[in-house]
């Protein structure tokens, strides 16, 4: 009789462990899954034809050059590694900020752009450069040198294209799905036959962005001031 208690005591063991074994089998499953869930969601906002590998960590992008006006570009932060959408809308040219003024051959790109954080965290957003149509492979190849640069970002603007005085600013930074437009005051040093407005400029070890998205835009295309 105690043997076949002995006996149906450990049947009842050993189901147990098999049950509660299987529950964190399927509770590690249901883990997997929501972080596989994730990782498909930031790559759903991206397309595929700009990621250059999905399972790493953080997602790798292409460079993408030669984009034009009203198309969007992808990049990932260095700060965060998150994913930032891009969109020029407009470019101007002006050589009057208000608080500020450029004469001679200096003057401003403005460029009107649309950022969505399609990342799953807070990220800043950081201020494109500008270089001659001519200079594309040496963006590619990270051969432009801070003092290279024909343009560099400098200002946030307000909503009338001029630094607020009252509050200057030269960061924006988004929440987890937050898309915001601003104006950015690229400040040029002097004229091209075509100009090249990018995120990801790298020299010296300071890098913004960890790939590149650039605008090849023409000169009939900007809207002077």
Known sequence: MKKH??????????????MACGGES?????????????????????????????????IELEDQMGLGLGETGYVITQSESLPLAVTLNSVEKTQDLGAETLDGDE???????TFENVGDSHLQVDKPDAAAGSEESAILNDDITIGD????????????????SDNPTDTVSLDAGEEETHKIAISMRDSADEYIIYFGFYASNNRDYQNKAAWTIQPDQIDEK
């Open 26 to 58: 399927d509770e590690t499953g249901v883990a997997n899954n929501a972080d596989d869930s994730e990782d498909q969601e930031t790559s759903a906002d991206i397309p595929e034809d700009v990621i250059s590998d999905a399972d790493a960590d953080p």
């Open 149 to 164: 640069r024909l343009g560099q970002g400098v200002w946030y603007l307000d909503e009338h294209s001029i630094i607020d």
């Open 5 to 18: 208690i002995v006996t149906m005591i450990t049947l009842v063991v050993s189901v147990l462990l098999l």
């Open 107 to 113: 003057f401003y790109l403005v460029g009107d752009f």
